[in-house]
């Protein structure tokens, strides 16, 4: 029961409104009520964040002393360095049993941890999910707590910190990738969860169905499809950071990647790079494949 | 036993300083079919929910069979919320699963969590729900998933659901807007048929006059959370629907 705005100031509105959206200014419910003065104050606070964000560029570049003189030149030196030092990549180096071995462990250390992340994000996102928390001052601010902690820190320094817990090898890395699987997964499952029906939640609540029960018969069966996609997305990207950890000590690809830069062995490393941008490809490749198979198959 | 199955005394409710309810009183006897008519926004569906406390009373009294239900902490709750079976406008089902699956869920109260989280249904309830279902005539649908199926037979499913929690009163909140006319009153016939089989008392919010007219046996009218009317069809004179509807703009 609102009160209609009287008809010739609608009109007004509406002159103002198309004037604005000639300009590309995206029209909201809000404009059409706001009086015209507003309108042309909005189009001015506009501009002077446009202009803001340009000053800050500006100064950002005076600050940092960055030579735009040499920018030039950039991509010619690029490529005669790689040509000289990295040409051609060493293909034998990660044609190597043990370079091959690597790219295994890296796959089985993306996967361990996608699997042990995701079943720690599950009731972590149904905790932080702000509609369906079964306990919603003491376990909805912990878990989203958990959450921003396991996204907050960089994969790379959770597996520094790890390395410099627990040592070389697997271990760490696996902790690490895992945490990061928290963080980037639980946030996707409660974002899932805040977006479903809740009439389905009302229908189970009404039946006497306590907060597990009517987790698994109102909100999975709405979350399933989009879950599933989450999680294949997940290993892809956690795969990707996989291929880098063992840069800090961790195990996997990185590993070898440090130990021939160490060497200076430049072609060595171009062959590693090579093969990492390769795998990772081809991760994406079959997570998107896949990911496009399961959601037709299960939709 | 008593001759009163549901007692609501001033029931308040709320937010803020927003009231929506106003100190609404009336009780239903095992064999009545109370429909609340009113203009949109008057509080019907707030008033259903209420009752099971989908939505939280501000003040005043509900008793079921003489237990009081606004209270009681959460786990007494869920054990009043098993004899209470609630049919939506929206039917609320959940699609994915198949229509057996959907009627059984009327029976989680009454279902250990281990058991229903692998589905794993007694044998006595699934032959309820079967025969359930054979009642609301989805016999043909009973391995189909609740998507598939029409609005009217999607509203059969919401019924045999709530039925199935065997319960002591229904709750019926707008059963009948997202269908269409001829659909719309096989529903209301079928909702008073089982209810009369069974001997539940109904409380069915409605906004379609003649529907609550046609199948109900007591009406309440609300108007901006005040009851303005109580009483037979018959009694729903011209006066009475103007005090109800006054306030609504046409």
Known sequence: ???????????????????????????????????????????????????????????????????????????????????????????????????????????????????????????LAWFASANMSPSKRILYPLSRLAIMACRSVHEMIWTILAVSILGFGMLPGVLALTLFCVG??????????????????DAMRATGANPLQTFVYAVLPQVRVAWTG???????????????????????????????????????????????????LIAELFSSWLRGRIARAIA | MSNIALEVRDLCAGYGDRQILKNVSFTVSPDDFFAIIGPSGA??????????????????????????????????????????????????????????????????????????????????????ALTLLDRVGLTDHVHKRADRLSGGQRQRVGIARALMQNPRLLLVDEPTSALD????????GLIREVARERRIPVLCNIHDVKLALDFCSHIIGLQDGVKKFEGRPADLNEKAMHDIYALEVL
């Open chain 1, 184 to 201: 980037f997964a639980g946030k996707l499952f409660a974002e899932a969860i805040e977006a479903i029906d809740q009439g389905p939640v």
């Open chain 2, 43 to 128: 509080g019907k569906s707030t008033l259903i929910r209420c009752v099971n406390r989908l939505v939280e009373p501000t003040g005043g009294s509900v008793r079921l069979n003489g237990e009081e239900i606004l209270d009681i902490g959460q786990r007494a709750l869920r054990l009043a919320r098993r004899n209470i079976g609630m049919i939506f406008q929206e039917f609320n089902l959940i699609e994915r699963l198949s229509v057996l699956d959907n009627v059984l869920a009327g029976r989680l109260g009454h279902t250990g969590t281990t058991r229903s989280l692998f589905r794993m249904f007694r044998r006595e309830d699934i032959a309820q």
């Open chain 1, 230 to 280: 989450t999680s294949i997305y997940t290993w892809d990207v956690v795969f990707r950071a996989a291929t880098v950890v063992g840069f800090f000590g961790a195990g996997g690809m990185g590993w070898y990647l440090r130990e021939s830069m160490q060497r200076i062995a430049s072609q060595e490393v171009a062959a590693i790079i090579l093969s990492i941008i390769i795998v990772v």
């Open chain 2, 181 to 188: 006319p001829k659909i719309a009153r096989e529903v209301m």
């Open chain 1, 1 to 123: 029961m609102h009160a209609k705005p009287s008809s010739d100031a609608a009109v007004i509105d509406d002159v103002e409104v198309t004037t604005l959206l000639e300009d590309g200014e995206r029209a909201v419910a809000g404009d059409a009520l706001a009086p015209p003065r507003t309108l042309r104050w909005r189009k001015w606070k506009r501009d002077l964040v446009w202009a803001g964000l340009i000053g800050l560029v500006v100064w950002s570049i005076d600050r940092l002393d960055i030579p735009l003189d040499r920018l030039p030149g950039i991509l010619g030196r690029m490529g005669e360095t790689l040509m000289t030092r990295y040409f051609p990549p060493d293909i034998a180096r990660i044609t190597q049993r043990d370079y091959l071995g690597s790219v295994f462990e890296t796959l089985e250390m993306a996967y361990l941890a996608t699997v042990v992340g995701i079943v720690l994000a599950i009731p």
